[in-house]
């Protein structure tokens, strides 16, 4: 069976600071690994995904995550924060098969000024 | 701009009343699921559907809960009896598969309060 682990229930920071959210996977197939946000009063979005290829990949808003095997961990990083940013963030892992995905149980990010 | 859209977006009802949930998927999408989020059990699947029909519901009580796709663009959550402990917010999601792992596109979700 399949599980995400997303240490991190909430995550301060100031606007314009880095940031990365922590999260690792357990599974004992190859997997794909997403990470969605979901906006107040909102449904999730993808955010980005990890498929195949490259190990880093990237979102239209500047945010990366990297995929590490060794490590089983897919942490989300931007190097510079806004205001807008301030969602939750949910990691997700599915199997090769993709039957369906398993959630973390998300990362409240809080930008402040 | 395909989008999943679900109806009501709130429902406010008492216990013991029937609760009917509506998910429209995005159109050529195969496969449904519906989602449950709540503060303290964060995002649950309840079920999932491919091509109509379901594929996984074990995350649903079945006692009182009921998961249909009548025809390929019309997914349905019935909560019957409802109670104070179904109050969540309830997500559908969309995709398409077997082409390859895609994303699961997910409507704005209706949020149930049972009182």
């Known amino acids: 069976a399949q599980s995400v682990t997303q240490l991190d229930s909430q995550v301060p920071v100031f606007e314009e600071a880095p940031v990365e959210l922590r999260c690792n996977y357990s599974?004992?197939?190859?997997?794909?690994l997403f990470w969605y946000v979901q906006y107040p009063n909102q449904g999730l979005q993808l955010l980005l995904k990890?498929?195949?290829?490259?190990?880093l990949v990237e979102s239209i808003n500047g945010f990366e995550a990297e995929f590490n095997k060794s490590q089983t961990s897919f942490h989300l990083r931007k190097p510079s924060v806004h205001i807008s940013d301030t969602a939750e963030y949910f990691c997700?892992?599915?199997?090769?098969?993709?039957?369906?995905?398993?959630f973390g149980t998300g990362t409240r990010l809080l930008v402040s000024p | 701009d395909a989008r999943v859209t679900q109806t009501p977006r709130h429902k406010v009802t008492e216990m013991g009343q029937e609760v009917t949930m509506r998910c429209q998927p995005i159109?050529?999408?195969?496969?449904v699921f519906w989602y449950r989020q709540t503060m303290m059990q964060g995002l649950e699947l309840l079920a999932y559907?491919?091509?109509?029909?379901?594929?996984?519901d074990s995350g649903m009580p079945k006692d009182r809960f009921s998961a249909e796709m009548p025809d390929a663009t019309l997914a349905t959550l019935k909560i019957q009896p409802s109670e104070p402990r179904d109050s969540a917010v309830y997500f559908c999601?969309?995709?398409?598969?077997?082409?390859?792992?895609?994303?699961?596109?997910f409507g704005p979700g209706t949020r149930l309060t049972v009182l």
């Open positions: 599974s004992s197939v190859s997997v794909y």
């Open positions: 159109l050529g999408h195969n496969t």
């Open positions: 997700a892992v599915s199997d090769a098969g993709f039957q369906k995905l398993v």
């Open positions: 990890y498929l195949s290829g490259s190990t």
């Open positions: 559907f491919r091509n109509r029909a379901p594929l996984d």
């Open positions: 999601a969309s995709g398409l598969v077997p082409l390859g792992p895609d994303t699961q596109y």
